[in-house]
């Protein structure tokens, strides 16, 4: 039986293994431990085994892990659909949020972030599918999002976020993630300093590091498999 921490060492070599056929060094790619169903005990031990960065979707569980492993010191980042009546735990207790995906969510986050934290890092997601089933705003309304939430105090807009549909279609996939990353060059070109491409998961973290991304979240290749249904990361 593998352990999380045997695990965490498998994917981080396929990391660095899809950095290098990329043509980049493995250290551009932060590895997202999503922990997300899986109880502190879970955390703790990604934790001990080197693990910094953890991803979390639903608020309250998110935030009793915070609360629960604060003395470790980890980086926390909100990945989830968020809704307006949950956004000022979110902006108390997160480091960062990548599912930014209209203007109203980031301007609750903005104004409930503590003047006393640094400002919360955001990555607005990108429906690059275009599924009716998908969180995200529209390429084409993307510009438009941005350079109003990198206007917003207490907000560091630091790149963009998608959720590719399930394929095995490894041009496709490759396609999509390319979307994301044109996206970026062109805000880049438009004056904004964006440093991040979330994306990837379990099952297509090559392609996606393959089309520039800096930070994959990973759940199932970590934790093994969830305590309850969910879309797998």
Same mark, same amino acid.
């Given at each position: 039986?593998?352990?999380?921490?045997?695990?965490?060492?498998?994917?981080?070599?396929?990391?660095?293994? @899809?950095?290098? @056929?990329?043509?980049? *060094?493995?250290?551009?790619?932060?590895?997202?431990?999503?922990?997300?169903?899986?109880?502190?005990?879970?955390?703790?031990?990604?934790?001990?085994?080197?693990?910094?960065?953890?991803?979390?979707?639903?608020?309250?569980?998110?935030?009793?892990?915070?609360?629960?492993?604060?003395?470790?010191?980890?980086?926390?980042?909100?990945?989830?659909?968020?809704?307006?009546?949950?956004?000022?735990q979110?902006?108390?207790?997160?480091?960062?949020?990548?599912?930014?995906?209209?203007?109203?969510?980031?301007?609750?986050?903005?104004?409930?972030?503590?003047?006393?934290?640094?400002?919360?890092?955001?990555?607005i997601?990108?429906?690059?599918?275009?599924?009716?089933?998908?969180?995200?705003?529209?390429?084409?309304?993307?510009?438009?999002?941005?350079?109003?939430?990198?206007?917003?105090?207490?907000?560091?807009?630091?790149?963009?976020?998608?959720i590719?549909?399930?394929?095995?279609?490894l041009?496709?996939?490759?396609?999509?993630?390319?979307?994301?990353?044109?996206?970026?060059?062109?805000?880049?070109? *438009?004056?904004?300093?964006?440093?991040?491409?979330?994306?990837?998961?379990?099952?297509?973290?090559?392609?996606?590091?393959?089309?520039?991304?800096?930070?994959?979240?990973?759940?199932?290749?970590?934790?093994?498999?969830?305590?309850?249904?969910e879309?797998?990361?």
């Amino acid at each position: 039986m593998m352990t999380i921490s045997d695990r965490l060492q498998a994917v981080r070599a396929r990391v660095a293994a @899809a950095a290098v @056929a990329a043509g980049r *060094a493995p250290e551009e790619v932060t590895l997202l431990a999503v922990s997300k169903t899986w109880p502190a005990a879970a955390v703790r031990e990604a934790a001990a085994a080197g693990q910094q960065a953890f991803g979390e979707n639903y608020v309250q569980e998110g935030v009793d892990k915070i609360d629960a492993l604060r003395e470790l010191g980890l980086e926390w980042h909100f990945i989830g659909p968020l809704q307006s009546n949950k956004t000022r735990q979110v902006a108390s207790a997160f480091d960062w949020v990548h599912s930014i995906d209209r203007l109203k969510i980031a301007e609750r986050l903005s104004a409930q972030r503590d003047v006393h934290l640094p400002p919360l890092n955001v990555c607005i997601q990108v429906n690059v599918s275009g599924e009716d089933s998908k969180s995200g705003v529209a390429p084409d309304e993307v510009a438009a999002l941005a350079h109003a939430v990198a206007d917003l105090p207490r907000l560091r807009l630091r790149g963009l976020m998608c959720i590719p549909e399930p394929t095995g279609d490894l041009a496709l996939l490759r396609a999509r993630f390319a979307v994301l990353r044109t996206l970026q060059a062109e805000l880049i070109a *438009a004056g904004l300093a964006l440093d991040t491409l979330s994306m990837g998961m379990s099952h297509d973290i090559e392609p996606a590091i393959a089309e520039g991304a800096t930070i994959v979240r990973v759940g199932t290749a970590i934790f093994g498999e969830r305590t309850r249904p969910e879309e797998s990361h």
